[in-house]
Each structure stands twice: as C-alpha cells, then as structure tokens.
C-alpha cells in the first residue's frame, strides 16, 4: 500500500492559496489515477484504486493545516500502513516559487502541518515532497503569505511545480522513492 497525502486547508477560501498546492497535487493525482476521493472518513477525504500489485490511496486532510496529524494518523492505523507507506506533499517558504525538493525524512523545518504528523505517527521518518511558495515580502506577516494566492507571474511558476510535483508521485507508485528523489531533486 502507498498513501499520498496533499496538506492544505479545507474550504473554497483558501482554494489557489499558497499552503493549499498539496491538495492541488492531490487533485491532478486524481485525474492521472483516475482515483476518486469518495471516503469521507477519519477527518479526511480519500480514495483508492489498485495499480498492479500496490494499492494506492490518495488524502486531502478536512483538518486545517496545524491538525493535519489528526487525519493521516488514523487512516494509515486503519488500513495499517506504516511511514514507509506514506508520501507527503507541501508547501515550503524556504524554497523559491517553482521549485520542489524530495526528502525521505526530516524535521518540520517550521511547517506547523508537518509538525502535526510528527506528533500523530511518532516518527519524522516519512517522504515529503516541499513545493516552493517563497517567503514573505518585508512587513507581510507569515500568515498572510501562505494563505494568500499566487501572483500572476508565480501562478506560472507553481503550475509547472504542482505539475513536477504530481509526475513524482506518480512514479513513486512504480519505483523505489530513491530513484524518484534521484530523478526530481
């Protein structure tokens, strides 16, 4: 089994925001594994479909972003996946909008959504795909950034990204996420 989890926050309001390009990734996953999120369930949406031997799940958490531990955690007890069995995809101030890095595990650096995973799973030691959302411009509160939306020019920039960032998931239902982290880092 593999669960790709996009983190975001739930609600039209923030649809197109910065902190919801995980659930962005989730969408176009969907489309390309023809995956509905039908499951409304452990604080969360999801679906799943089989794809040769693996089962693929796919999650948007209904949590907001700082609870996103709340959905994930159960679902994978449920089904008894463990962090091997887990992807996650985020945004990331530290990074440049257009950019995406692959990790197999890490800190929270910060993020309050990955935080909360920590805490609910135990362990740090999960996949994570950060989308680059940028930092704030001097005087904008952090807040305000991620929960703002895309200029035009960036839009451009995260479409590409969002896109990279769905082909990734999609080859880790095929092959080894070292291999993935060696083909998209």
Not at 50 to 66: A, C, D, R, V
Not at 147 to 153: I, N, Q, S, V
Not at 173 to 178: E, N
């Amino acid at each position: 089994m593999k669960l790709i989890v996009g983190l975001g926050n739930p609600g039209a309001k923030y649809d197109g925001t910065r902190h919801n390009v995980g659930f962005e990734v989730i969408d176009r996953c969907q489309d390309k594994l023809s995956i509905e999120l039908t499951e409304s369930k452990f604080k969360g949406i999801h679906g799943s479909a089989g794809m040769g031997s693996e089962k693929i799940f796919l999650q948007k958490p209904l949590t907001y972003m700082n609870l996103s531990g709340e959905a994930v955690a159960p679902l994978m007890n449920f089904y008894k996946m463990t962090p091997e069995d887990l992807l996650v995809v985020y945004d990331d101030l530290d990074l440049a909008p257009g950019k995406i890095r692959l990790r197999q595990k890490g800190g929270a650096g910060g993020h309050n959504g990955i935080k909360s995973l920590i805490q609910h799973l135990g362990t740090d030691e999960f996949k994570r795909i950060r989308i680059g959302v940028g930092r704030p411009v001097q005087g904008q509160a952090v807040t305000d950034h991620v929960l703002g939306r895309f200029a035009p020019d960036e839009r451009k920039l995260m479409d590409e990204s969002v896109e990279k960032a769905t082909d990734a998931c999609l080859s880790w239902t095929k092959q080894p996420f070292l291999q993935v982290m060696n083909d998209y880092n």
